[in-house]
């Protein structure tokens, strides 16, 4: 079987103060593909995204990780092979040190002690942080802070990424490095954001959300290049296609 | 205004402490969290008007910040930061006390003030051992020797968290007294009115981000268990310093070397 491969069918949900956060959501994204969702503030993003690893369960429909419908049961298996990047690395980014932080994942799935700091070492170095190691993370800037919780999040070795507006308050070459770095992961990947510069540089498929439905699903380059669809959906064209037409 | 901000930035200087490397460092948590707990103990057991018996304690935290290498200015000033509840917890007994316990030239001492700067003294000794035992093992490795101890893990992982949101609790509370204080004008004091929305507001918010906090353990494979990376293992030299300091508190508590060493001196002089 493959973990590889996420599924939606008929999403619903509705938040306990009566708030709807999706309508009907279905979408099926397979191995390797790396996925942009984008939409306007409030459209569903983030609520999908606590879909796919079980914090929020739908009041209608199923989320599929893999073969198999997410339940209570195998919560913990999927967890461990949805790894989820927050939006703000502040919640993630929870210990003393770097170093601990990006351990936690790894000790709690029972690891050894020197496979812990084998798997943190590596994990650290491919973000290329491996430096700050010993430094606590709150003293961290931003572009840091977020290539540690994408640490923690590798340590994990999951099947696949789940990410809230990973370019979000990052210079502009922080930014553009997180983007190569995400480039050279094999995972299959989802990607929650209003970069849509970043979409069409990282992701072939862009997925569009409008208040809680999927206006549209397809090849990223079609779909920000249809100026009437982005309007509808409360987005503008990414400013690189701006500038060659 | 940004006290509370640095005050909690502060706390978690002290985990950053402990993941230092002096031999301290790397004595099991158990036998830190004993020993800190046998100190205590003692110290608290003299009778209230003990006071220059209590003096020689503080060997105990003298020695151990000065082998491990924690900043002694950090720590005496964390001290001093929480003494305000000592102080009112003995403040009343001057008053209450009038008994005159000794003279010192014609200004009688009154019990009170005797058992008030007791009162005073004891603090500092029990906050100061608290707070390098935090300082040299980390707050996580307390929790691991509790739990290995056998205190039931619902109380330890409330005590964990306790100390993961305090720092969330603060700093939130920054954010939104400086924010308040941006738009606050025409005065420096904040009105009852604004203070108890403000109150409500960062109750919300917090339990907001606790719950993003603990999501992100989850998603991490939080279940409840305490794992640390530094293996625990009573070797002799954790049994040499459990004994060790635990001889010499018991030696001094039994033994008031304060009052035979003035004896002996006087014996000399005379």
């Known amino acids: 079987m493959s973990h590889h491969i996420v599924e939606a069918s008929d999403l619903h949900y509705t938040y306990p103060d009566g708030t709807v956060g999706l309508r009907g959501v279905t979408f099926r994204i397979s191995h390797g593909e790396s996925v942009a969702l984008v939409g306007e503030n409030g459209a569903g993003k983030s609520t999908l995204l606590l879909h796919l690893n079980g914090y929020l369960s739908p009041r209608q429909g199923t989320v599929k990780i893999g073969d198999y419908p997410l339940t209570k049961k195998n919560l913990d298996a999927v967890r461990r092979s949805v790894g989820m990047v927050f939006q703000n690395p502040d919640d993630q980014l929870f210990m003393p040190t770097v170093f601990d932080d990006v351990a936690f994942g790894p000790l709690n799935l029972g690891l050894a002690k020197d496979e812990v700091e084998r798997v943190v070492v590596r994990s650290l170095e491919t973000v290329g942080v491996a430096h700050l190691a010993k430094r606590p993370p709150y003293k961290l800037s931003q572009g840091e802070k977020r290539s540690v919780s994408i640490a923690t999040v590798l340590a994990m070795s999951p099947d696949i990424l789940v990410m809230d507006e990973p370019t979000s308050s990052l210079d502009p070459r922080s930014r553009r490095r997180l983007i190569e770095l995400l480039k050279t992961f094999r995972h299959t990947k989802i990607v929650a954001t209003h970069d849509l510069d970043m979409a069409l540089d990282l992701c072939e498929r862009t997925i569009v959300l409008h208040q809680g439905r999927i206006t549209a699903d397809g090849q990223t380059k079609k779909i920000l290049y249809d100026e009437e669809l982005l309007r509808a959906s409360s987005l503008e064209k990414p400013l690189s296609i701006q500038l060659k037409t | 205004m940004n006290n509370i901000g640095r005050n909690s930035f502060d706390i978690g200087y002290m985990d950053t402490l402990a993941s230092g490397d002096s031999p301290l460092h790397r004595l099991d948590p158990r036998a830190k969290l004993i020993t800190t707990f046998i100190f205590i103990v003692t110290v608290v057991s003299f009778d209230r008007y003990a006071l220059a018996v209590l003096t020689p304690f503080f060997i105990y935290p003298i020695v151990l910040i000065a082998l491990s290498g924690l900043p002694a200015g950090y720590l005496l000033k964390k001290v001093l930061i929480v003494s305000p509840f000592a102080i009112l917890v003995g403040i009343f007994n ?16 009154s019990g009170g003030w005797v058992s008030f700067i007791s009162i005073v003294l004891r603090f500092m000794l029990t906050v100061t051992a608290a707070l390098i035992l935090v300082s040299l093992t980390g707050f996580n490795a307390v929790c691991a020797a509790l739990i290995k101890f056998g205190v039931p893990k619902p109380f330890v992982v409330q005590l964990l968290f306790f100390y993961r949101y305090i720092f969330v609790l603060s700093d939130e509370a920054e954010r939104m007294v400086r924010a308040g204080s941006f738009r606050a004008f025409h005065s420096g004091a904040m009105g009852f009115k604004t203070f108890i929305s403000l109150l409500g507001n960062l109750l919300l918010r917090t339990l907001d981000r606790a719950e993003r906090i603990y999501y992100a353990m989850c998603c991490r494979g939080f ?48």
Request: charged letters at 15%.
């Open chain 2, 94 to 109: 001057p008053l209450m006390d009038r008994g005159i316990l000794f003279h010192i030239g014609s200004i009688g001492i």
């Open chain 2, 223 to 270: 279940d409840g268990n305490i794992r640390i990376i530094r293996s625990m293992r009573i070797t002799y030299q954790e049994i040499m310093f459990i004994f060790g300091w635990g001889a010499l508190f018991i030696f001094l508590r039994y033994f008031n070397v304060p009052l035979k060493l003035g004896t002996f001196i006087t014996g000399l002089l005379k």
